[in-house]
């Protein structure tokens, strides 16, 4: 090529590199900017090329429109302020079709009057069929580079990995044995912690931004590691619930994203499917946001007059004798209302009526230990039954599968075409998924039931000992287990719960209109024939409701 001696030329300087380089990258021939623009710098100086401005930045060019340097670098050689490019190759310029096409149009009308590299040069007078043969090299090698990912991430994908940078507590096997397939294993560092922190959420006693807090403060977690911040950054808050919905911790994930093809993944699970589903429920209930107070119990409470939360006011008494008595009392804040005429009322009645509450449902030692042989018995029961229902959902199961496999030979054979198999392929996967969710989540049912069910029994026999000698925050969290909702009136409170304790509650009641204690073989149950004791009243029926909802008390 001929090379210019156009004295008079403005250059703009252009370097761009798609990833940041590391010093492995650079050996390989592969130069970071900086040593691109050391480069051509060099060059320009040895020539006496004028450069008028630089332009660098790190954006790949495989797509027009994404690299806002070199759009800025067009606008100023259009405006006139340059009339030449120098660089340190020509596929620093353009990998795709359209910016080559902008970068000859303006070799060809003299708006750029030539292009310089490091190893030759361009001019307006050279022939189109040049510049097309060194431009489409640069614009193939980008095509073919895409199809050599895509092959790798189908690849990956067929074995049951998820292409793309591993979720935190999982780390990608970057430096494997030469000739070993990369694969996602697990993060020692963070998998385990991490299976701490769903287990905090899963426990009811924690919210899962508290969660964060405490792992973050206490047990010092960090993002990954980068080169901009080599020890981590604290965990965002978005990043943590990010993690808490990322279907990958139960074993499945959906790639790409939004395209509605989901493939079960051969790492290593941190949670169940189950326990996926539960924290998908504790993320989503509506429930007022987590408050700070001094007093025990705002926010538990709402006026039944006017609908407004009840909040409290201390009051000082200073006695002539010295002493000094606090008091609290729990009234209408007047936010829907100002002009609401309820009372307040001290915490002490308060407290009172919350612990004649707690009677309404107490039942005795003796009781609650038969209640748990009945429960343990029933439970034994439906593990049984469990094996009839399992059956037919894996039969369900298994039928799915082989629709799945005969879609797939029809494909094959040519008898659907690849939009009528992929509309099928995706109803019948989303039908398998959900299928196989169900059978670990009934498993998972009968486990939990007769947990929370003995937790409920313990509940009612304890609550009111452990409501009078507990600390206030012990008082607060026994009130909060029974709800937010409760109603303030005319100094009355009403507390509103739900169904289990509901049942027990009528249970007392049944006991206490024939004036006898609430005991197992002396009133509400009878022996059977086979000598088993069998509940007599209707309430203790109820009670082996199929529709098991306990509520999960704090004890």
Same mark, same amino acid.
């Given at each position: ?34 040593? /691109? ?17 630089? !332009? ?11 690299? $806002? ?25 353009? &990998? ?15 708006? +750029? ?6 190893? &030759? ?8 069929? +040049? ?32 292409? =793309? ?19 996602? *294993? ?29 792992? %973050? ?31 990958? #911790?139960? =074993? ?46 705002? =926010? ?21 004798? =010295? ?5 609290? #009392? #729990?009234?209408? %804040? ?30 005795? %030692? ?6 748990? /042989? ?18 037919? /959902? ?47 989540? +009934?498993?998972? &049912? ?12 313990? !509940?009612?026999?304890? *609550? ?39 049942? *027990? ?29 069998? $509940? ?13 909802? *306990? ?5």
């Amino acid at each position: 090529m001929s090379k210019t001696n156009n004295s008079n030329l403005k250059y703009v300087l252009y370097a761009r590199r798609s990833i940041v380089a590391n010093k492995t990258e650079e050996d390989k021939g592969v130069p970071s900017i900086q040593s /691109q623009v050391r480069e051509v710098k060099e060059l320009a100086l040895e020539e006496g090329k004028n450069i008028v401005k630089e !332009f660098t930045e790190t954006m790949s060019a495989s797509e027009p429109g994404i690299r $806002p340097e070199f759009a800025k670098m067009i606008e100023f050689i259009k405006s006139g302020k340059a009339n030449a490019i120098i660089c340190f190759k020509m596929d620093r310029l353009a &990998r795709n079709s359209v910016d080559e096409g902008i970068i000859k149009h303006f070799l060809q009308k003299g708006v +750029i009057k030539t292009i310089r590299s490091t190893d &030759r040069e361009w001019n307006t007078d050279d022939h189109t069929l +040049i510049w097309s043969v060194e431009f489409g090299t640069s614009t193939q090698y980008s095509r073919d580079l895409k199809k050599h990912i895509k092959r790798g991430q189908n690849e990956s994908l067929r074995r049951g990995f998820r292409p =793309g940078l591993a979720p935190m507590g999982y780390k990608n096997t970057k430096y494997r044995e030469k000739g070993m397939d990369e694969s996602i *294993v697990v993060d020692e560092e963070n998998f385990s912690i991490l299976r701490k922190m769903f287990d905090y959420i899963l426990s009811g006693k924690h919210t899962p931004f508290q969660v964060l807090k405490i792992a %973050t403060d206490e047990w010092g977690v960090r993002s990954r590691k980068t080169h901009r911040y080599p020890k981590g950054t604290p965990l965002s808050k978005s990043a943590w619930y990010g993690i808490l919905s990322n279907p990958f #911790y139960y =074993g499945e994930f959906e790639y790409p994203i939004g395209s509605g093809i989901w493939t079960k993944g051969k790492h290593k699970p941190l949670i169940t499917r189950a326990e996926f589903e539960t924290i998908q429920q504790i993320l989503h209930k509506d429930a007022p946001r987590p408050k700070t107070h001094t007093h025990a119990y705002v =926010g538990l409470m709402r006026c039944g007059e006017c609908g407004a939360r009840i909040t409290c006011e201390e009051k000082v008494k200073n006695q002539k004798n =010295g002493n000094v008595h606090h008091y609290s #009392y #729990y009234h209408c %804040t007047g936010q829907v209302n100002p002009n609401c005429t309820q009372k307040s009322i001290s915490q002490s009645d308060l407290e009172k009526q919350m612990v004649d509450f707690f009677s309404t449902f107490k039942i005795s %030692t003796s009781f609650h230990e038969w209640a748990i /042989q009945e429960l343990t018995n029933e439970y034994e029961r439906e593990r049984n039954d469990k094996t009839t229902i399992l059956y037919n /959902q894996h039969r369900e199961h298994f039928k799915i599968k082989d629709m799945l496999n005969r879609l797939y030979e029809m494909r094959l054979a040519g008898e659907i075409d690849s939009d009528k198999h992929m509309e099928e392929k995706g109803r019948l996967e989303t039908e398998e998924r959900r299928l196989a969710g169900q059978l670990e989540m +009934i498993d998972a &049912r009968v486990q939990t039931w007769i947990h929370d069910a003995k937790r409920l029994m313990t !509940f009612a026999e304890r *609550v009111t000992d452990e409501f009078k000698c507990g600390s206030l925050d012990k008082k607060k969290s026994i009130i909060a287990a029974l709800g937010c909702e409760h109603v303030l009136l005319d100094k009355k409170l009403t507390i509103h719960t739900e169904k289990p304790l509901l049942v *027990v509650q009528e249970m007392v009641s049944v006991a206490d209109t024939v004036g006898k204690p609430l005991e197992p073989a002396l009133f509400l149950t009878e022996y059977g024939s086979n000598g088993k004791m069998l $509940p007599t009243g209707p309430p203790l029926w109820r009670w082996a409701d199929s529709n098991r909802r *306990v509520n999960k008390m704090i004890i």
